[in-house]
């Protein structure tokens, strides 16, 4: 047991600070430790890159390049210690079933074999070869997964940095739009102050005119109360005359009947009006206010749409799934029932939900073949024969056409700006405020936004279209 611990030790000693194998080519630093050669050039490239001082992997210690020494010695001792197996690898060289050498390699099932077992049922059918020959193709693969692991680690080395700057930027951009909302409140305010001050000025102005008219008309109703006093009176002695000095009165009193029930002037019928205008406007800015609220209430958090296809509308060529999630080209044109709202001439297809308020997203993931599109589009848009795919005609989208990612923005596609392939898009939708925006769904990158204005109160839907192989998929 001694021997081989000693063996183990001596081993671990003999392994590569960064691949963590077996040295290879081994070369001594100037701070005495050693590496693969191989190891410590690709070392050297990645810290060059980010044009930063080299150190050791070790110790820290600055190094120079170009000053590697082999280690000659140490290469013989390596070259020695693989051609000692040590007691558990002894014991990996047989079959625990067989206890023959396992000197053959199955394929099929990627496991050790001996003689007996490559003879068994289980591997009657499968390729088998040696084990000299499989290790090579398979040594291969793992050194690409190991050259994968160094280009992650040396990005990660990287990441810091990139993520400090990451940082420091979302938090640059979030204090230019808190500033922007600041801003924004307080011109809303003053406008709401500068319209309340306005009306309270109106409100105050009519209770002065009502007031000083309050005394006038007051004044005017007590003569005239006096006034019809004196009449009736008048009248009410002169029905008491004798026959001749009645009849000869009657006329003049018939007159002063006639003219004291005429209607008395009324409080000025101008101020009537104005204080149902002051009443109409309560009634206006009551209702604004409710949608205001309600608007702020929808429109500050942004919904999660639910979307899936409909199927109503679906093209005749494209083939939904059952839970109406995945679209894709079918090869054959189906005959289908007559259907308004079923496009007949462009393989396109809107979602069921629709949207006429609020802010909403929802993503989808996009294949890499053929062309593909998705977007938003206004119920009104056309359905039946050529379509004129453009935001003058209701469809605001991004896609694939010819192998390029574009804005269709007639009559200029725009080339949208990617670092990479695209694999999930976010589609954010503000009815309110006019935008339709796209997202790298994976990244949070911003990749094309459409600056509508208004939608003219009209409901937007999700809007797909594919060709060829494409094929989208609605996540949950």
């Given at each position: 047991?001694?021997?081989?611990?000693?063996?183990?030790?001596?081993?671990?000693?003999?392994?590569?600070?960064?691949?963590?194998?077996?040295?290879?080519?081994?070369?001594?630093?100037?701070c005495g430790h050693n590496f693969c050669r191989l190891c410590i050039s690709d070392y050297y490239v990645a810290w060059k890159e980010q044009s930063r001082l080299l150190k050791c992997p070790v110790c820290g210690a600055p190094i120079q390049e170009g000053r590697l020494r082999p280690?000659?010695?140490?290469?013989?001792?390596?070259?020695?210690?693989?051609?000692?197996?040590?007691?558990?690898?002894?014991?990996?060289?047989?079959?625990?079933?067989?206890?023959?050498?396992?000197?053959?390699?199955?394929?099929?099932?990627?496991?050790?074999?001996?003689?007996?077992?490559?003879?068994?049922?289980?591997?009657?059918?499968?390729?088998?070869?040696?084990?000299?020959?499989?290790?090579?193709?398979?040594?291969?693969?793992?050194?690409?997964?190991?050259?994968?692991?160094?280009?992650?680690?040396?990005?990660?080395?990287?990441?810091?940095?990139?993520?400090?700057?990451?940082?420091?930027?979302?938090?640059?951009?979030?204090?230019?739009?808190?500033?922007?909302?600041?801003?924004?409140?307080?011109?809303?305010?003053?406008?709401?102050?500068?319209?309340?001050?306005?009306?309270?000025?109106?409100?105050?102005?009519?209770?002065?005119?009502?007031?000083?008219?309050?005394?006038?008309?007051?004044?005017?109703?007590?003569?005239?109360?006096?006034?019809?006093?004196?009449?009736?009176?008048?009248?009410?002695?002169?029905?008491?005359?004798?026959?001749?000095?009645?009849?000869?009165?009657?006329?003049?009193?018939?007159?002063?009947?006639?003219?004291?029930?005429?209607?008395?002037?009324?409080?000025?019928?101008?101020?009537?009006?104005?204080?149902?205008?002051?009443?109409?406007?309560?009634?206006?800015l009551e209702n604004i206010a409710e949608q205001y609220e309600e608007t702020l209430v929808s429109g500050l958090p942004i919904q999660k749409a639910e979307v899936t296809f409909d199927q109503t509308t679906a093209h005749p060529q494209l083939i939904l799934s059952e839970d109406r999630k995945m679209a894709r080209m079918g090869e054959f044109y189906r005959h289908l029932?007559?259907?308004?709202?079923?496009?007949?001439?462009?393989?396109?297809?809107?979602?069921?939900?629709?949207?006429?308020?609020?802010?909403?997203?929802?993503?989808?993931?996009?294949?890499?073949?053929?062309?593909?599109?998705?977007?938003?589009?206004?119920?009104?848009?056309?359905?039946?024969?050529?379509?004129?795919?453009?935001?003058?005609?209701?469809?605001?989208?991004?896609?694939?056409?010819?192998?390029?990612?574009?804005?269709?923005?007639?009559?200029?596609?725009?080339?949208?700006?990617?670092?990479?392939?695209?694999?999930?898009?976010?589609?954010?939708?503000?009815?309110?405020?006019?935008?339709?925006?796209?997202?790298?769904?994976?990244?949070?990158?911003?990749?094309?936004?459409?600056?509508?204005?208004?939608?003219?109160?009209?409901?937007?839907?999700?809007?797909?279209?594919?060709?060829?192989?494409?094929?989208?998929?609605?996540?949950?």
């Open positions: 047991m001694a021997k081989s611990v000693s063996i183990v030790d001596l081993k671990e000693d003999a392994l590569c600070p960064i691949c963590r194998q077996l040295l290879t080519d081994p070369v001594l630093m100037e280690n000659q010695q140490l290469a013989s001792i390596v070259d020695k210690l693989k051609q000692m197996p040590s007691l558990e690898e002894e014991k990996d060289l047989f079959c625990p079933k067989h206890k023959e050498k396992l000197n053959l390699f199955c394929e099929n099932d990627e496991e050790l074999l001996c003689v007996i077992c490559e003879r068994s049922p289980e591997h009657k059918s499968h390729k088998v070869v040696l084990a000299e020959e499989a290790v090579k193709g398979y040594k291969d693969k793992l050194y690409r997964r190991l050259r994968a692991l160094k280009e992650k680690r040396s990005k990660t080395e990287m990441s810091p940095a990139d993520a400090e700057k990451e940082t420091l930027d979302l938090l640059k951009r979030l204090q230019t739009e808190k500033e922007k909302a600041v801003a924004d409140f307080k011109k809303l305010h003053a406008f709401l102050e500068e319209q309340e001050s306005y009306l309270l000025d109106q409100i105050k102005q009519l209770q002065k005119e009502i007031a000083k008219k309050r005394k006038t008309h007051l004044t005017k109703l007590v003569e005239e109360v006096t006034s019809l006093k004196n009449i009736i009176q008048e009248i009410e002695e002169s029905c008491e005359q004798p026959a001749v000095e009645f009849l000869v009165d009657y006329k003049t009193n018939l007159e002063k009947c006639d003219k004291a029930a005429e209607d008395s002037d009324s409080f000025p019928l101008e101020l009537r009006w104005r204080v149902c205008d002051i009443v109409d406007i309560n009634l206006f029932t007559k259907n308004p709202e079923r496009f007949d001439e462009w393989p396109f297809v809107l979602g069921r939900e629709g949207f006429a308020s609020g802010r909403h997203y929802w993503e989808v993931t996009v294949g890499s073949e053929d062309a593909w599109g998705l977007g938003v589009a206004k119920k009104s848009v056309k359905r039946h024969g050529d379509v004129d795919f453009s935001p003058e005609e209701g469809f605001w989208a991004v896609g694939k056409w010819e192998g390029n990612y574009t804005a269709y923005n007639p009559p200029y596609f725009t080339l949208l700006t990617l670092h990479g392939e695209l694999k999930r898009i976010r589609v954010s939708l503000n009815v309110d405020g006019g935008w339709v925006t796209f997202f790298d769904a994976d990244t949070a990158a911003p990749l094309f936004a459409y600056s509508v204005g208004t939608f003219s109160g009209e409901t937007l839907f999700p809007f797909f279209y594919l060709f060829g192989k494409a094929r989208l998929a609605l996540d949950p």
